[in-house]
């Protein structure tokens, strides 16, 4: 059985496939077993069964410790707690004639050491009994099962896997020049393929190492997914704000025309067109902050630029207003 810790991870490189449908719903700390060549067939038989909701329920490592072998360690320690009640009823009355100088002070600890010896008993028998069971660290889902009742299984045999869906973790990258601005805490946001919605997170944990060959900076960060609405080992688009600018001027990039000494746009004024050189900031796929040289109200003109000229009169058949 393997322990798939999902919080795994919206992983972005890697999907598997057989954790996008699941079988089994674990409610509490649920059980796998260890598989070894002689199969508990009855525990098997529980465990693949489509019905069967685990909570908290153990299974014997079956191969390891077989059922008898667990039934002889829950007698002994049955005949331990019972020697340990008489004993402890011993030490009592010893203790009470002590105290008349009744008996002798070895006698009271030799009667002591035995209370200690058969408590100490006791835990080591408890430590064995704990050893024949296989419990699943945390609470998740299992997945669909890789062999059916009566197959041949090893040590190395998978059964399923056990997935936590809530909350999971979404690991990327970032390119190192970002790696001082983002801190634990720092939120983002993130889409699915296929769900028509923006995801919050946050992040939850920074690499303190860069990738020599990438030059990136891995983090990690937590999305609650509290109705398990996002399977594990998707695909994830990542947006990450750096900034946020008020009253920022912004304009699509194909309104500007590189030039020698910088770039320029054209605007409409008096019906006529004016280049005006700018200044950029920001810049994202499809917009680039103008920084210097244009101001709120300005008509910016955005196709057929490559034709106009300073003065040239226009006709514009759009207009666009951005508010």
């Not at 080992?233 to 900034?243: D, F």
């Not at 499809?286 to 000229?309: E, H, P």
């Amino acid at each position: 059985m393997e322990f798939i810790d999902t919080h795994t991870h919206i992983y972005l490189p890697e999907f598997d496939a057989d954790r996008d449908e699941v079988v089994y719903r674990a409610v509490s700390n649920s059980v796998v077993m260890m598989l070894m060549p002689n199969i508990d067939t009855d525990s098997v038989e529980k465990m693949l069964s489509a019905e069967s909701r685990y909570q908290g329920i153990c299974y014997p490592m079956m191969g390891l410790h077989p059922t008898s072998v667990k039934k002889d360690y829950l007698a002994q320690l049955e005949k331990l707690e019972a020697q340990l009640k008489m004993a402890e009823a011993k030490e009592f009355r010893q203790r009470s004639l002590l105290d008349k100088d009744a008996i002798s002070q070895e006698s009271y600890d030799q009667v002591q050491t035995d209370v200690q010896s058969l408590k100490a008993d006791i835990n080591l028998i408890k430590a064995r009994i704990s050893e024949t069971e296989l419990r699943a660290p945390f609470d998740g889902t299992i997945g669909l099962r890789n062999l059916s009742e009566g197959s041949f299984a090893t040590s190395s045999t998978k059964i399923s896997h056990l997935i936590k869906m809530s909350p999971l973790k979404i690991e990327f990258s970032i390119p190192e020049k970002y790696a001082s601005e983002i801190k634990v805490g720092y939120p983002l946001t993130f889409k699915i393929d296929g769900i028509d919605q923006v995801f919050n997170a946050s992040v939850y944990a920074v690499d303190p190492k860069a990738d020599e060959n990438m030059r990136t900076i891995v983090l990690r960060a937590l999305y609650p997914n509290k109705n398990e609405e996002i399977k594990s080992g998707r695909y994830a688009e990542i947006t990450l704000q750096m900034s946020h600018k008020e009253n920022a001027i912004a304009i699509p990039t194909e309104a500007l025309i590189p030039e020698m000494e910088g770039v320029k746009v054209f605007i409409l004024k008096n019906g006529k067109a004016q280049s005006v050189k700018v200044q950029t900031g920001l810049r994202t796929e499809a917009r680039i902050q103008v920084t210097n040289g244009l101001k709120f109200g300005d008509t910016l003109i955005t196709s057929g630029i490559m034709q106009l000229r300073q003065g040239l009169p226009i006709i514009l058949d759009t207009v666009v207003v951005n508010k």
